[in-house]
């Protein structure tokens, strides 16, 4: 199976709380977690990825978290800013020569 | 180092026009990718060139078809346009062939098919 599933769709958070997004994946043989940012008017930007090597990267005040066993990686933004609003993807791969399996997208929205 | 730069911004076509996007990678990237996204579908990924050779192909209707030339400097096409082709297309380069290789966006052309 190539699909990457995201949820939610859409996430409200209000200034300074925890935004966390959900991706799951079928295929064990995804090697590669990229997540991409992107603000209303611009492409998507690479915000932090991992490999299942390890299971956390941190980065700033955002974090992967990657649970092997359940085939489950999540991003979670502490302390939401207004500014981290945007929609976020998920995305996997599992070969150099393959381009990457896109998650459908959350609209996340800080409110102030 | 400039970014990825799309031309034109916004384009609005009529069904059965055809319709030729250009992309500009950033300096020394040689893999230019191509993705369609709406807001139903998300990004889906329409192909892949490097080395001027296309390495990767979507699941696009022939209509879809691009090029990139020696200077890296990329083209796509969509000929006989339908409504549903009504998207934001957006190109990516990256410094080598493959989807590990970071991805860099540039904002996208908006094409309405009216």
């Known amino acids: 199976q190539q699909q990457v599933k995201q949820s939610p769709q859409s996430l409200i958070v209000q200034k300074g709380g925890i935004s966390i997004i959900n991706c799951a994946y079928e295929n064990t043989a995804f090697d590669y977690f990229p997540w991409y940012q992107q603000f209303p008017g611009k492409g998507p930007a690479l915000l932090i990825a991992?490999?299942?090597d390890v299971s956390e990267k941190k980065e700033g005040r955002f974090t992967i978290s990657f649970n092997k066993s359940a085939k489950q990686f999540s991003l979670h933004i502490m302390d939401s800013q207004p500014g981290d609003s945007a929609t976020y993807f998920c995305a996997a791969s599992f070969d150099s020569n393959y381009q990457l399996i896109w998650g459908a997208g959350t609209k996340l929205i800080i409110k102030p | 180092k400039a970014g990825v730069t799309q031309t034109p911004r916004y384009l609005i076509k009529t069904r059965g026009q055809q319709v030729t996007l250009s992309c500009s990678p950033i300096s020394g990237h040689r893999s230019v990718s191509w993705y369609q996204q709406t807001p139903g579908q998300g990004l889906q990924f329409l192909f892949e060139y490097f080395s001027e050779t296309q390495r990767n192909k979507g699941n696009f209707p022939g209509r879809f078809s691009g090029r990139q030339f020696s200077n890296s400097r990329s083209e796509m096409n969509v000929s006989t346009l339908e409504l549903g082709d009504s998207a934001l297309y957006l190109c990516a380069s990256s410094p080598s062939l493959g989807a590990n290789s970071p991805l860099h966006f540039g904002n996208g052309t908006r094409l309405t098919v009216t």
């Open positions: 991992i490999r299942p």
